[in-house]
């Protein structure tokens, strides 16, 4: 069964700062990875999504990586701002019976203190 | 501006009442999930239909809950009857195809006291 582990549960960083948030899967075969963002009462938006084929994915300041062997994906976030404040989760999609199923890490809740 | 529209936002009901709450997908998008986020476990699949089907629905507690999609337009998730520990956030989600990005609504809170 796919677990997803974001580590640490909470990261709090002065502005301009660069920063990774990691995220770790125990089964390989996934179809594709995406990092979400969601603000407090809010629901998730998708920051990028990597297809298992590729290694990386960039927006802006944003910048996902992907590892599947290892089953590991960083999100690098440049010169963060305290609009970067929020928490960051990753969800990876598998193969198989549950295709289309997103299995959810529990997040990193970032601040980003001016 | 296509987004996910979650009705109602927020819901305090007594337990043993029925709940019921509704989404309306991105028009052309043929795939909705409902999940429950709460402190404790996270975000939860609960059931997911693609074309109008139920696909997966083996994360969701039969004898009281039920999904539904009576058309393109609108995902129903009924609770019948409430307890205490339903208290969540309930998000619906929808995409295109199985494995394309996913676009949240911004979730229905539910209390049951």
């Known amino acids: 069964k796919q677990e997803v582990t974001q580590i640490p549960a909470a990261l709090s960083v002065p502005e301009g700062e660069n920063l990774v948030l990691n995220c770790s899967f125990t089964?390989?075969?996934?179809?594709?990875l995406q990092w979400f963002r969601q603000d407090p009462g809010k629901g998730l938006t998708s920051l990028l999504l990597?297809?298992?084929?590729?290694r990386e994915q960039t927006s802006g300041r944003l910048n996902a990586s992907l590892d599947k062997s290892s089953g590991r994906s960083t999100l690098y976030i440049a010169a963060s701002q305290p609009g970067d404040s929020a928490t960051y989760l990753c969800?990876?999609?598998?193969?198989?019976?549950?295709?289309?199923?997103?299995?959810f890490g529990k997040g990193t809740k970032l601040s980003v203190k001016p | 501006d296509a987004r996910v529209t979650q009705t109602p936002r927020h819901k305090v009901t007594e337990m043993g009442q029925e709940v019921t709450m509704r989404c309306q997908p991105i028009?052309?998008?043929?795939?909705v999930f409902w999940y429950r986020q709460t402190m404790m476990q996270g975000l939860e699949l609960l059931a997911y239909?693609?074309?109008?089907?139920?696909?997966?629905d083996s994360g969701m507690p039969k004898d009281r809950f039920s999904a539904e999609m009576p058309d393109a337009t609108l995902a129903t998730l009924k609770i019948q009857p409430s307890e205490p520990r339903d208290s969540a956030v309930y998000f619906c989600?929808?995409?295109?195809?199985?494995?394309?990005?996913?676009?949240f609504g911004e979730g229905s809170r539910l209390t049951v006291l």
């Open positions: 239909f693609r074309n109008r089907a139920p696909l997966d």
């Open positions: 089964d390989s075969a996934i179809y594709n």
């Open positions: 990597i297809q298992s084929s590729q």
């Open positions: 969800a990876v999609c598998g193969y198989g019976g549950s295709q289309g199923n997103l299995i």
């Open positions: 989600a929808s995409g295109q195809g199985y494995t394309g990005e996913l676009f």
């Open positions: 028009l052309g998008h043929n795939t």
